[in-house]
């Protein structure tokens, strides 16, 4: 089984800060990694699919990249609608893991 | 446009089973494609997938849970039904069903449902 951990499990940023979350795949996922952002209550929302890709609807200051075992998402310009837990994902395999998710929160 | 809704229980005693109904609409599981899975989330925990059904009905369990899930769709009805047997305390969560699609980048999960908040206890 695939196992996914995420850097840092949480962080303190301002508004208009850049903050890179990392991911990490216990092997090789090639490029079968997907990001999701959660806000308290509410269904997980895909961000990005294929390590770079832009769901529709999802704002340029997200952008990701790595392939293989690592990986990142990068926010450009944090905004205050971007404080949310942020969660990896692998489709490398047929089980789908998460990763546990990196609570971003207001310094 | 894509909408999923999940419904079933709020509350079940343990070594129960547990029978969640995800009915959707804007697109059709009979497409070439399309897939629904079921995701769970504990209280406070990570995301944890459980369940898939293709357009072809192939089926798809997390090898953990696999003895004690059953997916289901009913084409006719729009609708994907997951069974977990002998509930437990541990398998409190929230329960999300999820569309999928064949991709060329693999499997994402691009529309959600609400969710189903679902509390094993006696």
């Known amino acids: 089984d695939i196992q996914m951990t995420q850097s840092p499990l949480s962080l303190s940023a301002s508004v208009g800060d850049r903050v890179t979350i990392t991911c990490r795949a216990s092997?090789?996922?090639?490029?079968?990694l997907n990001w999701y952002q959660q806000k308290p209550g509410k269904a997980p929302r895909l961000l990005i699919y294929g390590v770079s890709n832009l769901q529709s609807g999802v704002p340029s200051r997200f952008s990701g990249s790595g392939s293989g075992t690592d990986f990142s998402l990068t926010i450009t310009s944090l905004q205050p609608e971007d404080f949310a837990i942020y969660s990896c994902?692998?489709?490398?395999?047929?089980?789908?893991?998460f990763g546990p998710g990196t609570k971003v929160s207001i310094k | 446009q894509v909408t999923l809704k999940e419904s079933g229980p709020a509350l079940v005693k343990p070594s129960q089973t547990l029978t969640l109904t995800c009915t959707f609409s804007g697109f059709s599981l009979s497409t070439t494609g399309m897939r629904v899975n079921w995701i769970r989330q504990p209280p406070g925990k990570a995301l944890e997938w459980l369940a898939r059904v293709d357009w072809d009905d192939d089926k798809f369990y997390k090898t953990s849970l696999k003895a004690r899930l059953t997916i289901s769709k009913d084409t006719s009805k729009n609708q994907v039904v997951l069974t977990m047997t002998n509930m437990d305390p541990e398998d409190t969560a929230t329960y999300y069903c999820?569309?999928?699609?064949?991709?060329?980048?693999?499997?994402?999960?691009?529309?959600w449902g609400q969710g189903n908040m679902v509390t094993v206890s006696s």
């Open positions: 092997q090789s996922i090639i490029t079968y």
């Open positions: 999820a569309r999928t699609q064949l991709h060329a980048t693999g499997i994402h999960f691009d529309y």
């Open positions: 994902q692998q489709s490398y395999t047929n089980q789908f893991n």
